[in-house]
């Protein structure tokens, strides 16, 4: 029971709206306590005490305690989100932080695969073991550089729930394609499929999973619309326009969505 009468227990009658917290280890005139070890260890314990608070503060997934040495920037990468993000969120005009100050992060949780970063790894190791490529791998990490830090968590394959969104512009390898081919089917050009893909040479394996860039465009049919004046308007092929399509005849149904 407390005793309002002593007076250590108005230490935070002054802090105002400030949350304050007082932990009780024992007592110097105590004939009780240790005299000896509270006198030689009293900043340890305290030290101890903050940084119990602290990560139990931190263990919120959106909510940010800040440390010496943090920038927003820093924090954003941390948390696989952006700098603007989290100002707007926290209500914050400049980019100047005070440690010990609370940040509320973007809630940004997806279910699916995650593999945790070691000592040694790297963006192209883990790409690769994964059969995916690196500009995948930062996309869906929302990551602008190749950095990585043991412990980070990334994201390799969305649920399937979530992965709507993105199935439109990948392409898995199977059996017998080549990227002549891929492209071919997507409209697209070999150096593009490459150049998406971070891919040096021509060689795939099976399983593979590829960007496809889409640099293309949909086009809605109209009325007395035909493919070959579709083709001529878009500077393209019949031929081009039913592979890539997936068309087995000429006939065309009004709103149809072509891809070219």
């Excluded at 083709?231 to 070219?260: H, M, P």
Aim: proline share 2%.
């Amino acid at each position: 029971m407390v005793n309002p009468n002593n007076d250590y227990y108005f230490m935070q009658r002054n802090t105002g709206d400030t949350e304050s917290i007082t932990i009780e280890y024992g007592f110097l005139d105590s004939t009780k306590d240790d005299v000896s070890q509270l006198k030689n260890n009293w900043q340890k314990y305290a030290e101890a005490a903050v940084q119990g608070i602290l990560n139990y503060i931190n263990s919120s997934d959106d909510l940010y305690v800040v440390k010496p040495g943090d920038t927003l920037y820093n924090i954003a990468i941390k948390y696989n989100t952006t700098v603007n993000d989290i100002k707007r969120l926290n209500n914050l005009v400049s980019d100047e932080l005070t440690i010990g100050q609370k940040l509320k992060l973007p809630v940004t949780k997806v279910e699916g695969e995650y593999y945790i970063v070691k000592s040694g790894d790297t963006l192209y190791s883990i790409a690769m073991n994964n059969m995916m490529t690196i500009l995948e791998l930062k996309r869906l990490n929302n990551l602008t550089s190749n950095d990585l830090y043991v412990g980070q968590k990334l994201l390799l394959r969305p649920s399937n729930n979530s992965t709507n969104s993105s199935s439109d512009n990948t392409y898995i390898a199977k059996v017998g394609d080549t990227l002549y081919s891929i492209a071919k089917k997507y409209g697209i050009s070999v150096d593009e499929l490459k150049l998406a893909n971070n891919i040096t040479n021509n060689l795939l394996s099976v399983g593979q999973r590829l960007i496809i860039p889409t640099s293309k465009k949909i086009y809605i049919v109209k009325p007395g619309d035909t493919l070959y004046q579709i083709a001529n308007l878009n500077n393209t092929t019949v031929q081009s326009l039913k592979e890539l399509n997936n068309l087995t005849s000429d006939i065309l149904t009004i709103g149809q969505e072509l891809i070219i």
